[in-house]
């Protein structure tokens, strides 16, 4: 069954571009796990430069990326030499060749129609748990600004547990949850950053 968003990462242990790889070895780590739809295309090779461009906010957040694509790791080789000889871009990361379509299956990356990889992000937190999941269509490129902005409000969540409003920030409030009686609605009228007894914001 593909993945779900809350549910349990599916482990895998893989070839990559840098070596075997296991999922599960990254317990107590943020795991960026990322896929494009081939090597040596347009929008990838853009995208990959990019994610190298912030390779150090990730780290500094704590966050391993981890590339994904059913081509070979012969493939991965020759297109990350080929990003370093024409852009000087040393690719960082791990690309794990999935020519069996194994992970991108459980990871629900299998565009049938194509039978390439489809556009997809995934944000596992150190518990392995799947937080945040995305599918992009091939022509259009990602956000790097976004993920990281995504990455950050999930860390918030993690250690302050409270939730984060539309177009959060990082410095910015965030939102208690909504009480579930009468009698904890009552007690919030009139605390601090109240705007409604469902709606708290907590500095």
Same mark, same amino acid.
């Given at each position: 069954?593909?993945?779900?968003?809350?549910?349990?990462?599916?482990?895998?242990?893989?070839?990559?571009?840098?070596?075997?790889?296991?999922?599960?070895?990254?317990?107590?780590?943020?795991?960026?796990?990322?896929?494009?739809?081939?090597?040596?295309?347009?929008?990838?090779?853009?995208?990959?430069?990019?994610?190298?461009?912030?390779?150090?906010?990730?780290?500094?957040?704590?966050?391993?990326?981890?590339?994904?694509?059913?081509?070979?790791?012969?493939?991965?080789?020759?297109?990350?030499?080929?990003?370093?000889?024409?852009?000087?871009? /040393?690719?960082?990361?791990? #690309?794990?060749?999935? &020519?069996?379509?194994?992970? =991108?299956? !459980?990871? %629900?990356?299998?565009?049938?129609?194509?039978?390439?990889?489809?556009?997809?992000?995934?944000?596992?937190?150190?518990?392995?748990?799947?937080?945040?999941?995305?599918?992009?269509?091939? /022509?259009?490129?990602?956000? #790097?600004?976004?993920? &990281?902005?995504?990455?950050? =409000?999930? !860390?918030? %969540?993690?250690?302050?547990?409270?939730?984060?409003?539309?177009?959060?920030?990082?410095?910015?409030?965030?939102?208690?949850?909504?009480?579930?009686?009468?009698?904890?609605?009552?007690?919030?009228?009139?605390?601090?950053?109240?705007?409604?007894?469902?709606?708290?914001?907590?500095?």
């Amino acid at each position: 069954m593909p993945v779900t968003l809350g549910q349990k990462a599916p482990d895998f242990t893989v070839n990559t571009s840098k070596g075997p790889i296991t999922l599960s070895s990254y317990r107590g780590k943020w795991v960026l796990l990322f896929s494009h739809p081939g090597d040596f295309t347009p929008v990838c090779t853009t995208e990959f430069i990019a994610f190298t461009e912030r390779y150090k906010d990730f780290q500094a957040l704590g966050v391993e990326l981890i590339g994904l694509s059913i081509d070979s790791v012969y493939s991965h080789i020759a297109w990350i030499r080929d990003i370093k000889e024409h852009f000087g871009i /040393e690719i960082p990361f791990p #690309i794990i060749a999935d &020519i069996d379509k194994e992970v =991108a299956r !459980q990871y %629900n990356l299998v565009d049938e129609k194509s039978g390439a990889t489809v556009r997809g992000v995934f944000i596992i937190d150190p518990n392995q748990i799947v937080r945040w999941m995305i599918y992009y269509p091939a /022509e259009t490129g990602r956000n #790097i600004d976004e993920i &990281i902005r995504v990455i950050k =409000a999930l !860390q918030f %969540n993690w250690e302050r547990k409270l939730a984060t409003p539309a177009n959060w920030q990082p410095g910015q409030e965030g939102i208690e949850g909504a009480p579930s009686t009468v009698e904890a609605s009552l007690k919030r009228d009139g605390e601090p950053g109240v705007k409604t007894w469902y709606l708290k914001f907590v500095k």
